[in-house]
Antibody, heavy 118, light 109 residues
Framework: QVTLKETGPALVKPTQTLTLTCTLS??????????VSWIRQPPGKTLEWLAR???????IYSTSLKTRLTISKDTSKNQVVLTVTNVDPADTATYYC??????????WGTGTTVTVSS | EIVLTQSPVTLSLSPGERATLSCRAS??????LAWYQQKPGQAPRLLIY???SRATGTPARFSGSGSGTDFTLTISSLEPEDFAVYYC???????????FGPGTRVDIK
């Protein structure tokens, strides 16, 4: 059974860098075809896809946020890390990681809620 | 960038009724459209992918249809656990960027 679990700080201050970790179980990040995305959802709003990393280290970013995002992986820990620089209250959201197929996300973590406030 | 529009914003129905949810794209998607269900406090759950294929565990009362720019999610007979928010999602060509629609809330009437 494939599961994903997000971890990160609950509260960050404006201008700081947010670092989120997604830990996979039941599947190796290094396995061919494995892809993981980060998606966020501000309170009461729709979902916003942020970035994707593939088993071969290919990385794709949201056009609107690419200057502030970095996605990486640690295959020895089976983890995917997302950093968001220079955070703002508009970055307050629940952040999800999800296994990503060619056209959709089929297994989601439970999410981690991040509040940006001074 | 492809924009998805969902209608209606809210659908108020009774258990046993049929629900028809619409998702319209600003450009043709071929069949690269997925539907998700989200309940309060939970992560989204994949229901339908590639416009009409049911994901593992999706009940048969859920069906997806459409191609190009117009897509529909139909729930043939609403069960109490189906009252939730439903999002459509598309994947653009290259680079493969994903976008979600604004959602349709299905409420108990």
């Amino acid at each position: 059974q494939v599961t994903l679990k997000e971890t990160g700080p609950a509260l960050v201050k404006p201008t700081q860098t947010l670092t989120l970790t997604c830990t996979l179980s039941g599947v190796a990040l290094s396995s061919s075809g494995m892809r993981v995305s980060w998606i966020r959802q501000p309170p009461g709003k729709t979902l916003e896809w942020l970035a994707r990393i593939d088993w071969d280290d290919e990385k794709i970013y949201s056009t609107s946020l690419k200057t502030r995002l970095t996605i990486s992986k640690d295959t020895s820990k089976n983890q995917v890390v997302l950093t968001v620089t220079n955070v703002d209250p508009a970055d307050t959201a629940t952040y999800y990681c999800a296994r990503t197929r060619t056209n959709y996300m089929d297994v989601w973590g439970t999410g981690t809620t991040v509040t940006v406030s001074s | 960038e492809i924009v998805l529009t969902q209608s209606p914003v809210t659908l108020s129905l009774s258990p046993g009724e049929r629900a028809t949810l619409s998702c319209r794209a600003s450009q043709s998607l071929s069949n690269y459209l997925a539907w998700y269900q989200q309940k309060p406090g939970q992560a989204p759950r994949l229901l339908i992918y590639d416009a009409s294929s049911r994901a593992t565990g999706t009940p048969a009362r859920f069906s997806g249809s459409g191609s190009g720019t117009d897509f529909t999610l139909t729930i043939s007979s609403l069960e109490p656990e189906d009252f939730a928010v439903y999002y459509c999602q598309q994947r653009s060509g290259w680079p493969p960027l994903f976008t979600f629609g604004p959602g349709t809330r299905v409420d108990i009437k």
